[in-house]
T-cell receptor, first 116, second 116 residues
Framework: KNQVEQSPQSLIILEGKNCTLQCNYTVSPFSNLRWYKQDTGRGPVSLTIMTFSENTKSNGRYTATLDADTKQSSLHITASQLSDSASYICVVRLMYSGGGADGLTFGKGTHLIIQP | GAGVSQSPSNKVTEKGKDVELRCDPISGHTALYWYRQSLGQGLEFLIYFQGNSAPDKSGLPSDRFSAERTGGSVSTLTIQRTQQEDSAVYLC??????????????FGDGTRLSIL
């Protein structure tokens, strides 16, 4: 069964600190992995998209890494800001669109709180 | 418009009533998705459109749920004889290409549905 597991479920850090969120998946064959940021009361916004051939991708203070061999990804946030408080969702896509949901499997997200 | 627009933003209705939720995707986006998000939970896939056709309806929870898309643009999600367990945020997303490409999904801010 295709699954995406995210950890931790929630995280509280002080403003200015760095943090790393984890995503482990069993989706196979793998096409791409996406990280989304969802602010409270808003829809998710895409941060990064990586294919199996990409090891890292950055978007400002956000850096995603991918190890397709171990089926693990991480999202590193540098010098956190209060506006980083949100849920971060990992989404993995199958190589083929079959299998329901157009081949997308969503993680349940990590709820990040940045304290001043 | 510049982004995915959903209406209404909030809907409160009595159990047993029918509701209709609307999604205006980004102009030119051929793929359109509906998801449901319950409080504190991950995204639950409902249905996917490519153009006006729905190749994947596997996520619709019951026959009370239906969706259509006309003109390859606007989509409506209809819930008949609403139940309290239908209370959730209903999110719509659109994409310019099949998701085995590297194109992201663009989400609206959702309709918050409350069934009394």
């Amino acid at each position: 069964k295709n699954q995406v597991e995210q950890s931790p479920q929630s995280l509280i850090i002080l403003e200015g600190k760095n943090c790393t969120l984890q995503c482990n998946y069993t989706v196979s064959p793998f096409s791409n992995l996406r990280w989304y940021k969802q602010d409270t009361g808003r829809g998710p916004v895409s941060l990064t998209i990586m294919t199996f051939s990409e090891n890292t991708k950055s978007n400002g203070r956000y850096t995603a890494t991918l190890d397709a061999d171990t089926k693990q990804s991480s999202l590193h946030i540098t010098a956190s800001q209060l506006s980083d408080s949100a849920s971060y969702i990992c989404v993995v896509r199958l190589m083929y669109s079959g299998g329901g949901a157009d081949g997308l499997t969503f993680g349940k997200g990590t709820h990040l709180i940045i304290q001043p | 418009g510049a982004g995915v627009s959903q209406s209404p933003s909030n809907k409160v209705t009595e159990k047993g009533k029918d509701v209709e939720l609307r999604c205006d995707p980004i102009s030119g986006h051929t793929a359109l998705y509906w998801y449901r998000q319950s409080l504190g939970q991950g995204l639950e896939f409902l249905i996917y459109f490519q153009g006006n056709s729905a190749p994947d309806k596997s996520g619709l929870p019951s026959d009370r749920f239906s969706a259509e898309r006309t003109g390859g643009s606007v989509s409506t999600l209809t819930i008949q004889r609403t139940q309290q367990e239908d209370s959730a945020v209903y999110l719509c997303a659109s994409s310019s290409a099949p998701l085995n490409s590297n194109q992201p999904q663009h989400f609206g801010d959702g309709t918050r549905l409350s069934i009394l």
